[in-house]
């Protein structure tokens, strides 16, 4: 049996299971104990310190993106359609926050998860959406289809979160919580930015 010896960049060389978008591989950047906000290098496959964290603002689910998804032109299109005041897409693979009921420490891992809802955020005029999903097969997690049937506890942190993580002291809040969608919606987010991934590596 032969083995690679070359390291899969985690952005370009991650299969999607044959039932994507329902199921999907993630890959981990943060976990809810980082202290730090650590990112993939697009360009190496590494991971990099991006900034620390600001103050005691912690994820609070673990923190990635999907392999094979961008979020560009096609994505800002949708957006505007859903009536988000956006001028482009982030520039980045589509972010997702997995729900686990078990403590995962460990960042630059894939996980497999099944999404169930999202959230749209303006970002200084860009679309910069949060897929949120469950781990698969999680004891606790493993019932929510939707994100509707999230506990509100939930959802407050993960609203808190994206409403301050990038606050400075007496400063605007750079980011707007513009909507919030179901598991549909988001399959449907996931696959417009794989045509954007698509149309950037024509």
Known sequence: MKFSTQTLHPWHGIAQPKDFPNSLIAYIEITPVDTVKYEIDKVSGLMIVDRPQLYSNLVP??????????????????????????????????????????????NGILVKARPIGGIGLEDRGEADDKIIAVLENDPLYGQYKDISQLPNEIMDKFRHYFMTYKNLPNQPNLCKIANEYGMDTAFEVIRIAQKDYEALNK
């Open 61 to 106: 689910a673990l923190y990635g993106f999907v392999p094979k998804t961008y979020c560009g032109d096609e994505i800002a299109t949708y957006a505007r359609s859903q009536g988000m005041k956006v001028e482009r897409g982030d520039g980045d693979p589509l972010d997702i926050l997995v729900l686990s009921a078990h403590p995962i420490t460990k």
